[in-house]
């Protein structure tokens, strides 16, 4: 990787990141994590652009911080306590290259779905469209049930209980989540590459809900 993280370095960090986010819910956990990770590499390798010493550890550290949202009940933003976090544990890790550090910390602040959030360099933009390409597709199917069943909402409902519904609600399906967020995941990509990967998926979750719509209310 470069003389800024070895690869032993880089090891030992997945350790540290795995053991942390052990107690995170599986739509946040490590497999989530290495999802994005191997997305942002997809879409490294599409674009040609970037530093992919930030993008790697970027990615690999963008949800360190669920754990501590968690108990704050979202009292605490995992993307900013995040940022905070990266710094601490590269130079915790050894990591002297201010520069590095800096920049994959923005990596991590930045990677956040919010209006407010305005990545701008490539790395930040690739990391933001892996994360959010999580979200969709066959696997954005599998989280948005995970999390519905976490909360005990309802299987599924029409669209007018989910548009009408609100947040963690009986009616906060799997169908809400894409009603309201998923659906426009493509347009909110920032890179070329990412726009096209998540095209593909969200087609794919268009169909899953229409085919659910047909088998439940046979329309």
């Known amino acids: 990787m ?4 070895s690869e032993k370095l880089f090891e030992q960090l997945r350790e540290h990141v795995k053991k942390h986010l052990a107690t995170a819910p599986g739509c946040h956990d490590m497999d989530h994590t290495m999802r994005v990770y191997n997305n942002a590499l997809t879409i490294y390798e599409m674009e040609h652009d970037g530093d992919i010493q930030v993008i790697r550890t970027g990615a690999l550290l963008h949800d360190i911080a669920r754990p501590e949202e ?3 009940e979202g009292g605490l933003c995992h993307a900013m306590v995040g940022a905070e976090s990266a710094e601490k544990i590269l130079k915790d890790f050894g990591v002297g290259d201010e520069e590095f550090i800096s920049r994959v910390a923005e990596v991590v602040r930045k990677h956040r779905y919010r209006d407010e959030c305005h990545p701008q360099t490539i790395e930040e933009k690739i990391v933001y469209d892996a994360d959010k390409l999580d979200s969709i597709g066959a696997v954005g199917v599998g989280r948005a049930f995970h999390f519905a069943g976490r909360i005990r909402a309802r299987l599924h409902n029409t669209r007018e209980e989910a548009l009408n519904s609100s947040e963690y609600s ?5 169908y809400r989540e894409y009603l309201v967020k998923l659906r426009e995941v493509p347009v909110r990509m920032l890179t070329a590459s990412g726009r096209k990967l998540a095209e593909e998926r969200a087609q794919f979750m268009h169909d899953f809900f229409d085919r659910l719509n047909y088998e439940v209310y046979g329309f």
């Open 70 to 72: 968690m108990l704050s």
């Open 170 to 174: 009986v009616n906060d399906s799997a």
């Open 2 to 5: 470069g003389k800024v993280i």
